[in-house]
């Protein structure tokens, strides 16, 4: 999983964000059409695979992308693109249940990742204006809705919904791979949240 823990029912695959090692405190909201605002963070992560296990350390941008929909709710998209760098370990895909994967990875494999989470905050207000406190981590998801949207707001990744999405992509490079790679792209993807998730995994980045 990657980037996001929605309830206690996620334990692995690209919705768990395992830890933020570094992120520098990003830009304010940039004013695109009416009603959005983007902010963008660089940032270094560990990134959990199926087992639930840390697989790789990722570099990457994080944007987040708001939509005042008019009507106490906005439209909340997070997205990333980046590098990975495996660990050695299980392989992200190796606790899957169904498809094609592997069960191992070894250190050092490199290759490049992207993908989405979207969902929908309900807030009294949203201030792109707002300042990140001191020793608060806004490009994680809680630092954000808590930053930028009034207090009380609500995310319905974070509920138990149906109103949540996401899809992740990971592919390791073709060269330079020692020892050769069984198979080099792996996907996250799914929709809803809490007991109202559904999660695939297909194929995986592993060397046997």
Same mark, same amino acid.
């Given at each position: 999983m990657k980037r996001l823990l929605i309830l $206690? $029912?996620?334990v692995a695959g690209a919705l768990a964000l395992a830890a933020v090692a570094l992120a520098d405190p990003g830009d304010h909201g940039?004013?695109?059409?009416? %009603? =959005?605002a983007k902010f963008t963070f660089a940032m270094t992560t560990t990134d959990n695979g199926s087992c639930g296990s840390q697989w790789a350390n990722d570099t990457e941008t994080r944007t987040y992308s708001v939509k005042d929909n008019g009507n106490g709710t906005f439209t909340l998209r997070r997205s990333e693109k980046g590098t990975f760098t495996t660990l050695a370990g299980p392989s992200p895909g190796a606790c899957q249940t169904k498809g094609k994967h592997g069960a191992l990875v070894t250190a050092g494999v490199q290759g490049r990742f992207g993908g989405y989470l979207v969902g929908t905050v309900t807030a009294t207000s949203f201030n792109p204006n707002a300042t990140c406190a001191a020793g608060a981590d806004c490009s994680s998801r809680e630092g954000f809705i808590a930053t930028y949207f009034a207090p009380g707001a609500t995310y319905s990744c974070d509920q138990? $919904?149906?109103?949540?999405k996401f899809n992740f992509n990971y592919t390791a $490079?073709?060269?330079?791979?020692a020892p050769k790679l069984?198979?080099?792209h792996w996907q996250?993807? %799914?929709k809803g949240a809490g007991t109202l998730l559904h999660e695939e995994? =297909? %194929?995986d980045i592993a060397t046997s």
């Open positions: $206690s $029912s996620i940039k004013k695109g059409k009416a %009603g =959005h138990n $919904s149906n109103d949540c $490079s073709a060269k330079h791979q069984l198979l080099r996250d993807k %799914g995994f =297909h %194929g």
